[in-house]
Nanobody, 116 residues
Framework: QVHLVESGGGLAEPGGSLRLSCVAS????????MEWHRQTPGLDRDFVAR???????TYADSVKGRFTISREAAENTVYLQMDSLKPEDTAVYYC??????????WGQGTQVTVSS
């Protein structure tokens, strides 16, 4: 089992920035992809960004050019740098670890609110 703890959420103004962190622990040897997803009340959880063990990255069209996913392997930490924030980025952001075999494990989430 993989344990994930997100932090860094909060309130930002439109056009502002936030950086989310996700610290992973547990059975990490089987994890090959780390992801960020987000969810607003009443809607499905949506994919935001992904990073592989070889640092290949993928982004949702809605955040491409504004968000950057990165990782610090030595600290078992994945980051999501969010710039040029928009009100529609308001959501609970979840970190996910994907293991070989397709098992996806989730953190508890961190709230991001973009408002003036």
């Amino acid at each position: 089992q993989v344990h994930l703890v997100e932090s860094g959420g909060g309130l930002a103004e439109p056009g502002g920035s936030l950086r989310l962190s996700c610290v992973a622990s547990g059975r990490l040897f089987s994890v090959y992809v780390m992801e960020w997803h987000r969810q607003t009340p009443g809607l499905d959880r949506d994919f935001v960004a992904r990073i592989t063990l070889s640092d290949e990255t993928t982004y949702a069209d809605s955040v491409k050019g504004r968000f950057t996913i990165s990782r610090e392997a030595a600290e078992n930490t994945v980051y999501l740098q969010m710039d040029s924030l928009k009100p529609e980025d308001t959501a609970v952001y979840y970190c996910a670890a994907v293991s070989y075999g397709g098992v996806r494990e989730w953190g508890q989430g961190t709230q991001v609110t973009v408002s003036s």
